[in-house]
Each structure stands twice: as C-alpha cells, then as structure tokens.
C-alpha cells in the first residue's frame, strides 16, 4: 500500500473481529511506532502492549469514549515521563508520543488492521491499572484489531474541511 493511499483509506474502526493478531502483526505495530521521529530523537515514549481480555476491559474505563479498547484484540498504551513543568500535559512529549500512535496506525493499516486512538482521563487510575511508576503518565491508548466490517466507500462528504478553508498563505 503506498502511503497516499493508507493516509487517504484510514479510518477510526471501534467495532473489531473476535480473532487474535499474530505475533508478527503484533511486533509489526510496536516497531513501527519505536521507528518514529521525535525531537531531537530523546524517543520518550514507552509501549505498554496488553493482549489480556480482563486488562484490556479495564484499561476501556480509564476514559469517556474508550470503550472500542475492551473489544480489541490489542490496546496499546502509549506511556511518557510526567510533565516537570508544571503543566498537567508536557506538549513536546505528547507531540512525539502521536508520531508514535501514527505510525503505528499506518503500519497496521498495511497489514488489514484497524485501529482507534482514545484518551485516558483517569490518570491516578491508569496508574494502578498498568503499573506505572511515578516518573511515567499515560494520556493516549489505541486499539487494534481486524475490522468487523471494512469500509469500501470513500470519506463522508463532508467529513474533511477542503483543503482551500485549511491552507493560508504566506500569513494569515
């Protein structure tokens, strides 16, 4: 699949096949987000791969709308260090930690895997949920799985401002 194609086919799939990924599958996903850029390559994300039906169900509650991480056949937790500014989010981390989850979800596509992204809001919770030891925070999961159905049809119309209403420029 060329990467125009996989930019342009992809999807948020939240309803997936009750049918395991393979190991390489598995390994191909996870590599692919380590392979990301980050600044000045610090590479501050952590991967935290859970197959476990029972950890998966768990993980699902840590946010409002993650529920589609329970039907999954693999969620992965994207984990960076805790913000030392201050700040409840360490923008620069949380930049390349969605390099990561990119890339992960382009490699999956390639192979017929369908994933969603969620955001994990109980984060004292996320804590004891995975294990996390206090220099580490987790805001984003994404789940795998093949997809219950798989969409033929192009984007809703609609479903993307036009390129003319995104692009300014020179300024503003």
Same mark, same amino acid.
Request: proline content about 5%.
């Given at each position: 699949?060329?990467?125009?194609?996989?930019?342009?086919?992809?999807?948020?799939?939240? !309803?997936?096949?009750?049918?395991?990924?393979?190991?390489?599958?598995?390994?191909?996903?996870?590599?692919?987000?380590?392979? *990301?850029?980050?600044?000045?390559?610090?590479? =501050?994300?952590?991967?935290?791969?859970? +197959?476990?039906?029972?950890? +998966?169900?768990?993980?699902?509650?840590? @946010?409002?709308?993650? %529920?589609? /991480?329970? %039907?999954?056949?693999?969620?992965?937790?994207?984990? !960076? #260090?805790?913000?030392?500014?201050?700040?409840? !989010?360490?923008?620069?981390?949380?930049?390349?930690?969605?390099?990561?989850? *990119?890339?992960?979800?382009? $490699? $999956?596509?390639?192979?017929?895997?369908?994933?969603?992204? @969620?955001?994990?809001?109980?984060?004292?919770? $996320?804590?004891?949920?995975? %294990?996390?030891?206090?220099?580490?925070?987790?805001?984003?999961?994404?789940?795998?799985?093949?997809?219950?159905?798989? #969409?033929?049809?192009?984007?809703?119309?609609? @479903?993307?401002? =036009?390129?003319?209403?995104? /692009?300014?420029?020179? +300024?503003?």
């Amino acid at each position: 699949m060329e990467v125009w194609e996989a930019i342009r086919k992809k999807r948020a799939v939240r !309803v997936f096949k009750n049918e395991p990924l393979s190991d390489e599958a598995v390994t191909r996903i996870l590599d692919a987000g380590r392979r *990301s850029q980050s600044s000045k390559n610090t590479q =501050p994300w952590d991967f935290i791969a859970i +197959r476990d039906r029972d950890q +998966r169900q768990r993980v699902s509650e840590l @946010g409002n709308w993650t %529920g589609h /991480v329970a %039907g999954a056949a693999l969620c992965v937790a994207i984990v !960076v #260090p805790t913000s030392q500014t201050g700040q409840d !989010v360490d923008w620069k981390h949380m930049f390349d930690a969605g390099q990561a989850a *990119s890339y992960m979800q382009l $490699a $999956a596509l390639e192979i017929g895997v369908g994933s969603c992204l @969620g955001t994990v809001y109980k984060q004292e919770e $996320a804590r004891q949920v995975l %294990g996390l030891p206090a220099d580490k925070t987790i805001h984003i999961v994404i789940s795998f799985g093949y997809p219950a159905e798989q #969409p033929e049809t192009p984007a809703k119309k609609g @479903g993307r401002r =036009p390129l003319e209403e995104v /692009v300014h420029w020179d +300024r503003w």
